[in-house]
């Protein structure tokens, strides 16, 4: 689980186009609006100068079609207001058009998802890619009742970070609805389908980042949970270590009852230890927080006495005091693959394979620098 409020607040409006004249022309394509007449394939492909074949093809995710291609057809389907039947195709074979996506919950707390900027990003994103493939996305708290998963009417799930034993995969399975994980299951079977993040390459990558700058006591904070996230971030530490020789220190925290000031608690000890870590690295959204808040109680100057790093996405780090390193977990990419698998799943399509990696990407600031004031990137 990748946890975390975020630095700032954010506010969302949803536009969608309207059509006010009788007749609309782009791109010399005219679309009838009077009566609302819903844009055809054939429109879509003459504006965007390719057959009708290959629009459909971009649409379902079928044949083979370049990127720029790919992208351009996408372009001009949303300018001209166009999805496919595929709700009307759903309805033949006796599907909804309605695809459900998962996030977890923990006990009694309530978790406010859309301010953690990987799940919001990671919602909006799946919320689009459904969009644009013809599917009403909903999201579903991994909390609900039995009663309510086995009567809401879902062709799919997309189910974020699967935990042990977990109770939404059995559910699913007796109402045979096609599932894709997001995070690698923790029990992972030959049938499961998921897509992930590389998230060993983005550890492994941070601690390489750390020690080119000058980092010999490297340390993480890690919480302690049953999703496989924690479980390869321990793993990639390990791995790093006897690739390289450097030591790498983990320290542990509790998600519940309050897991900032558990994890707060995990960097004050680190910190306070008589050799203490010279870099230290967190893995939820807040954790870059926390530990410059610690530093500075102790007087450490960051970075010369302490190189501070985490994996967020929350782009406030690029203006805190130093700015912070951080590792981008691709949750808006993640959320595009895993809606193409679904859908794969969904329409019975040959030749998938069962799994899709997104690479991370490491943003260096000032808060790793191998020197104060060291030339590091603004954002």
Not at 228 to 239: E, G, K, N
Not at 336 to 344: F, I, K, P, Y
Request: some cysteine.
């Amino acid at each position: 689980m990748r946890w975390g409020a975020g630095l700032g607040d954010r506010a969302l409006v949803l536009l969608g186009p309207t059509l006010d004249d009788e007749r609309v022309h782009h791109k010399g394509v005219a679309i009838t609006s009077h009566h609302r007449q819903r844009p055809t394939v054939r429109q879509v492909a003459a504006a965007a100068g390719v057959s009708a074949a290959t629009v459909s093809n971009v649409l379902n995710g079928t044949g083979r079609v370049g990127e720029a291609t790919r992208a351009r057809v996408l372009a001009e389907a949303q300018t001209l207001s166009y999805l496919p039947f595929t709700s009307a195709r759903a309805g033949a074979r006796g599907g909804t058009g309605i695809i459900g996506l998962t996030l977890t919950t923990y006990g009694d707390a309530a978790v406010d998802y859309t301010q953690i900027p990987y799940y919001a990003d990671l919602v909006l994103a799946a919320i689009g890619a459904a969009m644009r493939r013809g599917y009403l996305l909903v999201v579903l708290p991994s909390s609900l009742s039995s009663w309510s998963w086995l009567s809401t009417p879902l062709d799919g799930v997309i189910h974020c970070e699967p935990r042990l034993a977990d109770p939404v995969r059995g559910i699913l399975e007796r109402r045979q609805i096609p599932m894709v994980c997001v995070g690698r299951p923790v029990e992972l079977r030959r049938d499961d389908y998921w897509a992930d993040t590389r998230v060993e390459l983005a550890v492994t990558g941070l601690l390489d980042h750390l020690a080119d700058a000058g980092a010999r006591r490297p340390a993480l904070v890690v919480p302690d949970h049953d999703d496989s996230y924690p479980m390869i971030v321990r793993q990639a530490c390990r791995d790093w270590e006897a690739a390289g020789g450097i030591p790498v220190r983990l320290a542990s925290f509790a998600l519940e009852p309050n897991y900032p000031v558990a994890e707060q608690q995990a960097v004050d000890e680190l910190l306070g230890q008589p050799e203490r870590p010279d870099a230290l690295v967190g893995v939820y959204t807040d954790s870059g927080t926390h530990i410059l808040r610690a530093a500075e109680r102790l007087g450490l100057a960051v970075p010369d006495d302490l190189k501070v790093a985490c994996i967020s996405e929350d782009p406030g780090y690029a203006w805190t005091d130093p700015p912070v390193t951080t590792v981008s977990l691709q949750p808006r990419l993640l959320s595009v693959e895993a809606v193409d698998l679904l859908l794969a799943v969904i329409d019975k399509r040959s030749g998938v394979r069962r799994w899709r990696l997104v690479d991370p990407t490491l943003h260096p600031r000032a808060s790793t620098a191998s020197f104060a004031g060291g030339a590091v990137e603004s954002s």
